[in-house]
């Protein structure tokens, strides 16, 4: 049974920094090309940055060059360094393998809220 817990959201000011983290159980997480996704009210989860077994990364236009994606296989951990958050980035963030539709599952999120 797969198991995703994220962590590490908050309220912070515009310019400032999180980092989030997403300890996943129950699968060869090695193995998978992990993502973190963030949703708003009435929308969609989009994925902003995803990162493959071997290390390679991708990350939505909106937020290269601040947010960075990590991954620590032997802690079955995926990372999301935020950093020169937005008012607009205020949402809340999820992980899950890419695409989401590997695992049958959601977490509960955490939210990140960035006051202007």
């Known amino acids: 049974q797969v198991q995703l817990v994220e962590s590490g959201g908050g309220l912070v000011q515009a310019g400032g920094s999180l980092r989030l983290s997403c300890a996943a159980s129950?699968?060869?997480?090695?193995?998978?090309?992990m993502g973190w996704y963030c949703q708003t009210p009435g929308k969609q989860r989009e994925l902003v940055a995803s990162?493959?077994?071997?290390?390679?990364?991708n990350y939505a236009d909106s937020v290269k060059g601040r947010f960075t994606i990590s991954r620590d296989n032997a802690k079955n951990t995926v990372y999301l360094q935020m950093n020169s958050l937005k008012p607009e980035d205020t949402a809340v963030y999820y992980c899950?393998?890419?695409?989401?539709?590997?695992?049958?599952?959601w977490g509960q999120g955490t939210q990140v809220t960035v006051s202007s």
């Open positions: 129950g699968i060869i997480f090695s193995i998978w090309r």
């Open positions: 899950n393998a890419v695409p989401s539709t590997y695992f049958n599952t």
């Open positions: 990162i493959g077994s071997g290390g390679s990364t």
